[in-house]
DNA sequence: TGCCCGATTAACT
DNA sequence: GTTAATCGGGCAA
């Protein structure tokens, strides 16, 4: 049986906890499956939310690690954070991908497309898949509906520079299952 | 109060 | 490859 990942594991740097999440398993109320794309923002980071110090947003980030931090993208899409760090950190690593394996159909039905890869390819897609949404933001990562379990063995991670930012492009902080086919962009080589 | 733009996605050409 | 959709956050005034 995997190990639940509890509030110590989120509590290391972002740097340390982006790569070990990748081969985790994530479920929200019974739907989900393996993460397999993540990025890290470090509030020393000018791409980060909380680069610029509290704010009502991103106020989940200055608090606790554990706890998800859910904010709507261009005005159209949720996406789900993991809180780290010790807190006040304001650090957080951004769920990408995942490989959807529990709940395909109600995650179909909620997305609407026929590709299977496409269900959670994004963070957008990620969190419709799983019916995530602002009012979830807040809620404790090791409490239902969230269920998040370490991942089993080893596996081949790989990182480069993370996607739709303008600031620190440079910084190769996007993780990723390498080969994966659910990842929402490959890696380049 | 007003303005710009974003940790995106889908539907175009 | 390009672009519209869509709206709240953050900052200037």
Do not use: Q
């Amino acid at each position: 049986m995997p190990k639940r990942l509890s509030r110590a594991f989120f509590s290391r740097s972002v740097h340390e906890v982006a790569p070990d999440l990748i081969g985790a398993i994530i479920l929200f109320a019974g739907t989900g499956g393996r993460i397999v794309e993540v990025e890290a923002y470090h509030h020393t980071d000018p791409a980060a939310h909380s680069f610029r110090g509290p704010t009502e947003r991103n106020a989940i980030m200055f608090g606790p690690p554990g706890y998800a931090y859910v904010y709507r993208s261009y005005g159209i899409h949720w996406c789900l954070n993991f809180v780290c760090e010790p807190k006040g950190s304001a650090s957080a690593v951004l769920i990408r991908a995942i490989e959807p394996t529990l709940g395909l159909p109600a995650m179909r039905r909620r997305r609407g497309v026929a590709d299977d890869r496409l269900l959670c390819a994004g963070p957008g897609r990620v969190c419709e898949a799983l019916d995530i949404t602002g009012a979830h933001g807040g809620m404790a990562l090791d409490r239902p509906p969230f269920e998040v379990f370490a991942r089993t063995g080893e596996e081949e991670i790989v990182a480069g520079p993370r996607i739709g930012i303008t600031k620190a492009v440079d910084k190769p902080w996007r993780y990723g299952l390498k080969g994966s086919r659910f990842l929402s962009k490959p890696f380049s080589a």
